[in-house]
């Protein structure tokens, strides 16, 4: 079973920096692409960032392009989402989200909450 | 970006009558390798999204067979042949052929 389970979120002040994990299991995990989307409170689903396989090939969303940046380790089966500069507007869930094998996202996490507040 | 335009924003139906969601891209969604990447989700209350239909009218696994999708280029569309109370959420269409990916605004299915 496709298991993918978010960590790091939290309050977090302007301004300031959150990393968020996400463990993967049940599958492969170095033979799929990742993404993260978010979806503000009581919003749509917005497309934040994607990483290859391999990690060739590291896409942004506008929105985030230069404060974020994605990673993944896949000997220990993570994806990662390294947040600085963070905007109120940030504030929202976070899922990590595998690509599956005909090019949509097939499996969400749970997501964990962002709040950038002061 | 491809912008991707749901209708209605929100439904009402009776258990056990259809129900239909449209989707309209600004751009084609028809990629030269042949396939469309065009995906339906479901968001249930409190839960993340979940895969419907993939590539326009595939359904992912498990996926009961109420739900089906038709479309083509720019006009999609999903349906339910009897809308069951498990059914109430609300769902998003996607495009996956050109970066951003973009979802529609949602729609938000009731049971009366």
């Known amino acids: 079973e496709v298991q993918l389970v978010e960590s790091g979120g939290g309050l977090v002040k302007p301004g300031g920096s959150l990393r968020l994990s996400c463990a993967a299991s049940?599958?492969?995990?170095?033979?799929?692409?990742m993404n993260w989307v978010r979806q503000a409170p009581g919003k749509g689903l917005e497309w934040v960032s994607s990483?290859?396989?391999?990690?060739?090939?590291?896409y942004y969303a506008d929105s985030v392009k230069g404060r974020f940046t994605i990673s993944r380790d896949n000997a220990k089966n993570s994806l990662y989402l390294q947040m600085n500069s963070l905007r109120a507007e940030d504030t929202a869930v976070y899922y990590c989200?595998?690509?599956?094998?005909?090019?949509?996202?097939?499996?969400w996490g749970q997501g964990t909450l962002v709040t950038v507040s002061s | 970006d491809i912008v991707m335009t749901q209708t209605p924003l929100s439904l009402s139906v009776t258990p056990g009558q259809p129900a239909s969601i449209s989707c309209k891209s600004s751009?084609?969604?028809?990629?030269?390798?042949?396939?469309?990447?065009l995906y339906w989700y479901l968001q249930k209350p409190g839960q993340p999204p979940q895969l419907l239909i993939y590539?326009?009218?595939n359904r992912f696994s498990g996926v009961p067979d109420r739900f089906s999708g038709s479309g083509s280029g720019t006009d999609f569309t999903l349906k339910i042949s009897r809308v069951e109370a498990e059914d109430v959420g609300v769902y998003y269409c996607?495009?996956?052929?050109?970066?951003?990916?973009?979802f529609g605004q949602g729609t938000k299915v009731e049971i009366k």
């Open positions: 751009q084609s969604l028809l990629h030269s390798d042949g396939k469309t990447y």
């Open positions: 049940g599958f492969t995990f170095s033979s799929y692409s």
């Open positions: 996607m495009q996956s052929i050109q970066l951003p990916w973009t």
């Open positions: 990483i290859s396989s391999s990690s060739s090939y590291i």
């Open positions: 590539e326009v009218s």
């Open positions: 989200a595998r690509v599956g094998v005909f090019l949509g996202i097939d499996y």
